[in-house]
């Protein structure tokens, strides 16, 4: 098992371009979720998704956008990235019991990106 | 906003000395996770202990929960060189699918 994969582990862009963070997973989870982890924050939650087709919001997610077509993959979209977003970013995924993150989660090993 | 916030910020011990975290959150809870990060790289899950339990054990390290008080405890013992490391707890509320982090312990061993 590959675990949590993300892609790609660096990435620089200018003020304005979009890009898609990828991660996949291999372990048959539900659960899946993007955080943000920037000095003496902590990880923020920016998206989740308890399954298929289904996505909901976390704590910070204005300038991402998520969608969930498959178990396995769960692509985090800059619309129009800005320096605010310089951080570094993970995902991870868990077993869950009806939508419910009752299970230690999986980190990917993170994408760190700088925009300029 | 974040639910679980840990103390302290940062602690630096002799090795072979105990380590205690603590993590204090704000509501009502269906589990709580302790996970160490190394260096900035992924994090890795250490121990969950669910609200109906009050202490879990697993090799070295100890963590208590007090759901009265609304704060849980992780305790290292014997440290080593290799314990260096940010502890962070995430708490998922109940009735919530969330999980949500607090900004961590940055824990240094000293030899």
């Known amino acids: 098992n590959a675990g949590v994969t993300q892609t790609p582990k660096f990435q620089v862009l200018k003020t304005g371009q979009s890009m898609t963070l990828q991660c996949a997973q291999d372990?048959?989870?539900?659960?899946m979720s993007w955080y943000r982890q920037d000095p003496g924050m902590g990880l923020r939650l920016i998206h989740y998704s308890v399954g298929a087709g289904i996505t909901d919001q976390g704590e910070v997610p204005n300038g991402y956008n998520v969608s969930r077509s498959t178990t396995e993959d769960f692509p985090l979209r800059l619309l129009s990235a800005a320096p605010s977003q310089t951080s570094v970013y993970f995902c991870?995924?868990?077993?869950?019991?009806?939508?419910?993150?009752?299970?230690?989660?999986?980190f990917g090993p993170g994408t760190r990106l700088t925009v300029l | 906003s974040q639910q679980g916030e840990e103390d302290p910020q940062a602690l630096s011990i002799q090795e072979g000395e105990n380590a205690t975290m603590n993590c204090s959150y704000k509501t009502s809870i269906n589990n709580l996770q302790w996970y160490r990060q190394n260096s900035g790289r992924g994090l890795v899950h250490l121990i969950l202990i669910r609200s109906n339990e009050r202490e879990k054990h697993s090799g070295r390290l100890r963590v208590t929960l007090d759901t009265s008080k609304k704060s849980s405890s992780l305790l290292i013992t014997a440290s080593r060189a290799a314990d260096t490391a940010s502890y962070f707890c995430?708490?998922?509320?109940?009735?919530?699918?969330?999980?949500?982090f607090g900004k961590g312990t940055r824990l240094h061993i000293l030899p």
């Open positions: 372990m048959n989870h539900e659960y």
């Open positions: 995430a708490t998922v509320g109940v009735g919530y699918d969330k999980i949500i």
């Open positions: 991870a995924s868990s077993y869950s019991m009806g939508g419910r993150p009752d299970n230690e989660q999986f």
